[in-house]
């Protein structure tokens, strides 16, 4: 059974720093591209950022040179460093796991339970 457990998120001031994790089962990891999506209140659920297992990484333009995403392999996990964190950061974050296209939502194969990040001012 495919699993994707999330982990850090939490509370933070504007400008502060938050770091998630999700740990995957190995053969999620190595054979999926890996991402991260949001869902702020009301709105639709968004791509935020994709690592693939050959090194490439993308970002969406709203979190384009705040965010990192990054994989440490000898644990099967990802991560995604926030910095400068703004309140229109604040949703529920889900990593995700995609054949492919791990930046659209309709082709993510396996989520995980989600995690919340709330940024106040």
């Known amino acids: 059974q495919v699993q994707l457990v999330e982990s850090g998120g939490g509370s933070v001031q504007a400008g502060g720093s938050l770091r998630l994790s999700c740990a995957a089962s190995?053969?999620?990891?190595?054979?999926?591209?890996m991402g991260w999506f949001r869902q702020a209140p009301g709105k639709e659920r968004e791509w935020v950022a994709s690592?693939?297992?050959?090194?490439?990484?993308y970002y969406a333009d709203s979190v384009k040179g705040r965010f990192t995403i990054s994989r440490d392999n000898a644990k099967n996990t990802l991560y995604l460093q926030m910095n400068s964190l703004q309140l229109e950061d604040t949703a529920m974050y889900y990593c995700?796991?995609?054949?492919?296209?791990?930046?659209?939502?309709?082709?993510?194969?396996?989520w995980g339970q989600g995690t919340q990040v709330t940024v106040s001012s």
């Open positions: 190995r053969y999620t990891y190595s054979s999926y591209c």
């Open positions: 690592s693939y297992g050959g090194g490439k990484t």
């Open positions: 995700a796991a995609a054949s492919a296209r791990c930046y659209i939502v309709s082709d993510v194969r396996y």
